[in-house]
């Protein structure tokens, strides 16, 4: 039977629209597991107050539930002492009791339990909505302290009048004023290739502080013009906001000219490399240092969008870690099979 485009189009929307009503049941589901457990360690702290219930009462509340529902089913003892700090954590704040509701138990957990400002809390807490961050990603931003980060370096970009709405907000969310890159051992001696090579050999820890979305496609990416070639330092694909993102990186202080050589790059990869049905590109000049107003005029009237951002690093690798980092061959097979 021919199918027309009619039943194309179709088929695709109906295809989003069961997409679209699964992911409603999963989140109504976790959302009414954990209204459950905030009443249940609402309850234990009431027992607790009026008839002094102690360490041994949770105990054999734990071991009559799991008869009752089953080893797996989430009522560990240690797990309904988590139920009783959610309820004491969020018990005075209406608002975060309606947010908790939206990210798993687990990464609930990671939140209250790591984090005890209230302001913290509610910026993972909505983070990982926005971005969809799974436990561990969640745990890495938390350690590396991503909250200070962005609220104690304000975020220098042009992307208000280089891009168009949402996309200009998405942009300024995802880009961040600072990145910690303490995974590398750099000494004053390297240089930017050696840092960028150092880099590209733990890509996978790179991608996870850039943030969800990034691809990494190439380093010393090549671009021509005529007869001469250039080389971006780091390219990416970002999902959301289906864009090309070049990276630029430099072991010193930020300097004028680095925006204009961006510009450049940017617009030759729109002209060369972009797709028409791409959002476009994005540079991200990576400094270890950078004055703010030198960098606001270097941007005034730049035509591509791109932003300035700072970094971290360790100049030395604690040795109890140096064995957790990807060998050049294990790399190669990640990268490999990604993309099998």
Sequence with gaps: MQLDKGYKDFIVA??????????????????????????????????????????????????DLKDEFGEKSG??????????????????????????????????????????????????????????????VLTHHIQTKRFQRDASTKKLNNFKTTLQGKFSELATDIVKSEYNLEFLS???????????????????????????????????????L????????????HRKLN??????????????????KMNFYLNLLNDTVKMSHENPSIGIILCSDKDSLEVEYSLLNTSQP????????????PNEL?????TQEELAKQLLGDHK
């Design 243 to 260: 864009a090309l993102v070049a990276i630029e990186l430099k072991l010193g202080k930020f300097r004028p000219e680095y925006a204009g």
């Design 322 to 326: 140096q064995n957790s980092l990807p």
């Design 75 to 136: 009522y560990s003892s240690q797990n309904l002492w988590y139920m009783r700090q959610f309820y004491l954590s969020y018990k005075d704040n209406k608002n975060l009791q309606q947010l908790v509701g939206e990210i798993p138990w687990g990464s609930n957990i990671v939140i209250f339990t790591k984090c005890k400002d209230m302001k913290q809390r509610e910026y993972y807490i909505k983070n990982t909505i926005k971005f969809s961050w799974n436990r561990n």
């Design 14 to 63: 109906l295809k989003q629209k069961i997409y679209s009503s699964k992911t409603k049941a999963l989140l109504s589901t976790n959302r009414l597991m954990i209204e459950l457990y905030f009443e249940i360690g609402q309850q234990i702290v009431s027992n607790q107050e009026k008839e002094g219930w102690g360490k041994s009462v949770v105990e054999q509340m734990s071991k």
């Design 186 to 224: 750099i000494s004053d001696s390297m240089h930017e290739r050696e840092v960028e090579n150092s880099l590209v050999e733990n890509i996978k820890k790179f991608l996870l502080e850039l943030g969800y979305g990034f691809s990494f496609i190439d380093n010393q990416y090549k671009l021509t």
């Design 226 to 237: 005529n007869e001469n070639e250039y080389f971006i330092d780091l390219l990416f694909f």
């Design 306 to 317: 791109m932003g300035v951002s700072t970094y971290s690093i360790n100049d030395t690798l």
